[in-house]
C-alpha cells in the first residue's frame, strides 16, 4: 500500500514538473496531465461526470470499500475536513471513486459511506468507465489475490485537489489538521 501511495505520488509530482516545465507560463492553459472527463454514477446511482462538478472546488480519492486500511482512514479524514468547513461544505465537493467496480456497486458504497461526511459521493461504474476515470487521473490500481480466493486492490492513496474548473491543482494532505484543510479548500471556492 506504501508502494502504490509512493508510486503514485511519483506520477502525480513527475506530471506536475513535466507540466510546469513545458508550459509557457501560468496563466497559459490548465495543466492537462491529471484529472479529465469521467461518466460514472453515484451511490444513489444518479449520474456524474467532471462537468457535474464545475463551478466547486473538489477532492478526488480512488479506493474500494473492502480496503483494510488506507481507505477508511482517508475518508475519515476527508470527513474531518468536511465537517471542519461547516455550512462551506455544501460548496465543494469529494468524490470517493472505487478501483473495484466488480464488488463496489451504487447500493455497496451506499452502505460503506453512511459511515462518513454525507459530502461524499462515491461513483462507480461498469469496469471500461471505472478503468478511464483511472486512467485520467494517472492512478494505479492492481488486483491482489489472497488466500481463500479473495482478492485485495493495490491503488494510488493520493487525494487530488482540483479547482472549481475542473482543473487539477496540487495532491491533497489528508493528514494536516481538519481546519488546515478547509481553509486550504476555501482558497477555491
Ligand atoms: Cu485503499
Do not use: W
Amino acid at each position: 500500500m506504501l508502494a502504490a501511495f509512493l508510486i503514485g505520488l511519483v506520477v502525480v509530482l513527475g506530471g506536475v514538473l513535466a507540466a510546469a516545465t513545458y508550459l509557457p507560463s501560468r496563466s497559459a492553459a490548465p495543466l492537462g496531465v491529471i484529472g479529465g472527463p469521467f461518466r460514472l454514477e453515484d451511490q444513489s446511482s444518479k449520474p456524474v461526470s467532471e462537468q457535474d462538478m464545475k463551478g466547486r472546488p473538489y477532492l478526488v480519492f480512488f479506493g474500494y470499500t473492502h480496503c483494510p486500511d488506507v481507505c477508511p482512514a482517508t475518508l475519515f479524514e476527508i470527513s474531518e475536513v468536511m465537517r471542519a468547513l461547516g455550512h462551506d461544505a455544501d460548496r465543494v465537493g469529494a468524490l470517493f471513486i472505487t478501483v473495484d467496480p466488480e464488488r463496489d456497486t451504487p447500493a455497496v458504497l451506499k452502505d460503506y459511506l453512511s459511515n462518513f461526511d454525507p459530502h461524499l459521493r462515491g461513483l462507480t461504474g461498469d469496469p471500461a468507465a471505472v478503468a478511464a476515470a483511472l486512467k485520467a487521473y494517472r492512478v494505479y490500481a492492481k488486483k491482489v489475490p489472497t488466500e481463500g480466493g479473495d482478492y485485495t486492490m493495490d491503488h494510488t492513496a493520493v487525494v487530488y485537489l482540483m479547482d472549481k474548473s475542473g482543473r487539477f491543482v496540487s495532491p491533497f494532505n489528508p493528514k494536516q489538521t481538519p481546519e488546515a484543510g478547509a481553509a486550504q479548500l476555501r482558497g477555491y471556492l
